[in-house]
């Protein structure tokens, strides 16, 4: 058996807390009586701050790829919390929106997720995100090198 190196196995730490934040979000939608997923908030939250959007700058606001932002707006579309309105200029590419269906929706769910927030955040200083920030960032760069 080969032994390991000093490298840290933090990557079972990351998912463990992504799994965790995840259940909790959804427990939470749930108690409110909405089907919604992590990753579909996260578009919506972009939207409200950012309306009219094409699928291409979502991907990119979320650290999510084309094909996926894609499926999650069809979602959204079939809920009725998004729609699609084609650019002027190219009748191919769409800005997304939230409906106002959505952003009632936004708007009764953004409290509860502001105490998600907080609760994650719970026992740590600004310092504290800051360099988490910081290393969770790096830790990005070194594998985006590759």
Same mark, same amino acid.
């Given at each position: 058996?080969?032994?390991?190196?000093?490298?840290?196995?933090?990557?079972?730490?990351?998912?463990?807390?992504?799994?965790?934040?995840?259940?909790?979000? $959804?427990?939470?939608?749930?108690?409110?009586?909405?089907?919604?997923?992590?990753?579909?908030?996260?578009?919506?939250?972009?939207?409200?701050?950012?309306?009219?959007?094409?699928?291409?700058? $979502?991907?990119?606001?979320?650290?999510?790829?084309?094909?996926?932002?894609?499926?999650?707006?069809?979602? $959204?579309?079939?809920?009725?919390?998004?729609?699609?309105?084609? %650019?002027?200029?190219?009748?191919?590419?769409?800005? +997304?929106?939230?409906?106002?269906?959505?952003?009632?929706?936004?708007?009764?769910?953004?409290?509860?997720?502001?105490? $998600?927030?907080?609760?994650?955040?719970?026992?740590?200083?600004?310092?504290?995100?800051?360099? %988490?920030?910081?290393?969770?960032?790096? +830790?990005?760069?070194?594998?985006?090198?590759?």
């Amino acid at each position: 058996m080969q032994k390991e190196s000093n490298a840290k196995k933090f990557g079972a730490y990351i998912d463990r807390t992504m799994k965790i934040i995840r259940h909790n979000y $959804l427990q939470k939608f749930k108690e409110l009586g909405v089907d919604l997923t992590t990753e579909q908030w996260v578009i919506m939250d972009i939207l409200y701050g950012q309306a009219g959007l094409s699928q291409q700058d $979502l991907a990119t606001t979320s650290f999510k790829n084309a094909p996926t932002v894609s499926r999650i707006i069809d979602l $959204l579309c079939k809920k009725k919390i998004t729609e699609r309105k084609p %650019f002027a200029n190219d009748r191919r590419k769409h800005k +997304i929106f939230l409906t106002e269906t959505g952003i009632a929706l936004y708007q009764k769910l953004q409290p509860s997720v502001v105490e $998600l927030r907080k609760q994650g955040w719970q026992n740590l200083e600004e310092k504290d995100y800051t360099e %988490f920030v910081r290393i969770i960032g790096q +830790i990005y760069a070194n594998y985006e090198e590759q």
